[in-house]
Nanobody
Framework: QVQLVESGGGLVQPGGSLRLSCAAT????????MGWYRQAPGKQRELVAR???????DYADSAKGRFTISRDNAKNTVYLQMNSLKPEDTAVYYC????????????WGQGTQVTVSS
């Protein structure tokens, strides 16, 4: 069974940094786009950043200049380096990936909580 496993969330002070990881496990042939979304309480889920297999990236305006998405295609893993964190970055962060296995899966991770607070 193909699934996404996330790690790296936690509590950090404003101005701090966190690195999120998301690995696709199981029988993976290839992964197209991988990305990170977030959902704050009472708000809709929104895109944070995404990266294609070829390396093209796309960021939300709120993430530009502070967050960096990267991929290790050999490890079927995507990372989100978050710097200069603000209280408004507090949310549950979800990994998303279009995984090619026995068929195409549009998968979501279980979510990891990021809390930015002093």
């Amino acid at each position: 069974q193909v699934q996404l496993v996330e790690s790296g969330g936690g509590l950090v002070q404003p101005g701090g940094s966190l690195r999120l990881s998301c690995a696709a496990t199981g029988s993976v042939l290839s992964i197209n786009t991988m990305g990170w979304y977030r959902q704050a309480p009472g708000k809709q889920r929104e895109l944070v950043a995404r990266a294609t297999r070829g390396g093209s990236t796309d960021y939300a305006d709120s993430a530009k200049g502070r967050f960096t998405i990267s991929r290790d295609n050999a490890k079927n893993t995507v990372y989100l380096q978050m710097n200069s964190l603000k209280p408004e970055d507090t949310a549950v962060y979800y990994c998303n990936a279009l995984v090619i296995s026995s068929r195409v899966y549009d998968l979501w991770g279980q979510g990891t909580q990021v809390t930015v607070s002093s």
